[in-house]
């Protein structure tokens, strides 16, 4: 994704849509700057909008993507890609679940087991069980950031967002 092209083409339809920034700003619930900066490229509208700024600028989240309106042939090209890496994001997030299992494992292994036999005196008792407190904790954030997404995925995929 090419961020000015696709700023680029905010602002084109924005404005064939005879949209001032603070209106389209309105609409959507965000500021005039950040229309602002994703028309300069310096950001990205949040995934959530996505579909909102393309039904208020007439445009296909392919297009939004692309940075430009795309033929019914490109279309079909994009949509298939588009279904691909969602696909591999998928099993990207199984793998990543995989990981943080290992990782809350490990983390207990280190605090319970390690902090009693290796750490002799109360410095490396302490390192150690924080050391092992951090790893699981970890692991259990990446977990719980991992769920959220796959549900996001499972939820846009029922209701035919992909």
Same mark, same amino acid.
């Given at each position: 994704?090419?961020?000015?092209?696709?700023?680029? !083409?905010?602002?084109?339809?924005? $404005?064939?849509?005879?949209?001032?920034?603070?209106? @389209?700003? /309105?609409? %959507?619930? #965000?500021?005039?700057?950040?229309?602002?900066?994703?028309?300069?490229?310096?950001?990205?509208?949040?995934?959530?909008?996505?579909?909102?700024?393309?039904?208020?600028?007439?445009?296909?989240?392919?297009?939004?993507?692309?940075?430009?309106?795309?033929?019914?042939?490109?279309?079909?090209?994009?949509?298939?890609?588009?279904? !691909?890496?969602?696909?591999?994001? $998928?099993?990207?997030?199984?793998?990543?679940?995989? @990981?943080? /299992?290992? %990782?809350? #494992?490990?983390?207990?292994?280190?605090?319970?087991?390690?902090?009693?036999?290796?750490?002799?005196?109360?410095?490396?008792?302490?390192?150690?069980?924080?050391?092992?407190?951090?790893?699981?904790?970890?692991?259990?954030?990446?977990?719980?950031?991992?769920?959220?997404?796959?549900?996001?995925?499972?939820?846009?995929?029922?209701?035919?967002?992909?």
């Amino acid at each position: 994704m090419d961020q000015i092209q696709i700023g680029r !083409f905010i602002a084109s339809c924005r $404005k064939e849509k005879n949209l001032t920034q603070e209106q @389209l700003a /309105e609409k %959507l619930g #965000v500021t005039s700057k950040s229309i602002s900066r994703w028309e300069n490229g310096r950001n990205m509208p949040d995934l959530s909008l996505f579909h909102p700024l393309c039904d208020e600028l007439d445009i296909t989240i392919n297009d939004l993507i692309q940075g430009k309106k795309l033929s019914v042939e490109e279309q079909k090209k994009y949509s298939d890609q588009n279904a !691909f890496s969602v696909l591999m994001t $998928k099993k990207e997030l199984e793998n990543m679940q995989l @990981l943080t /299992e290992i %990782l809350i #494992v490990a983390g207990i292994v280190i605090t319970m087991t390690l902090t009693k036999v290796l750490a002799v005196t109360a410095l490396q008792k302490i390192v150690t069980l924080g050391l092992g407190t951090f790893i699981w904790g970890f692991g259990i954030f990446l977990r719980v950031k991992l769920r959220k997404a796959h549900e996001r995925l499972k939820t846009e995929e029922e209701t035919g967002l992909f």
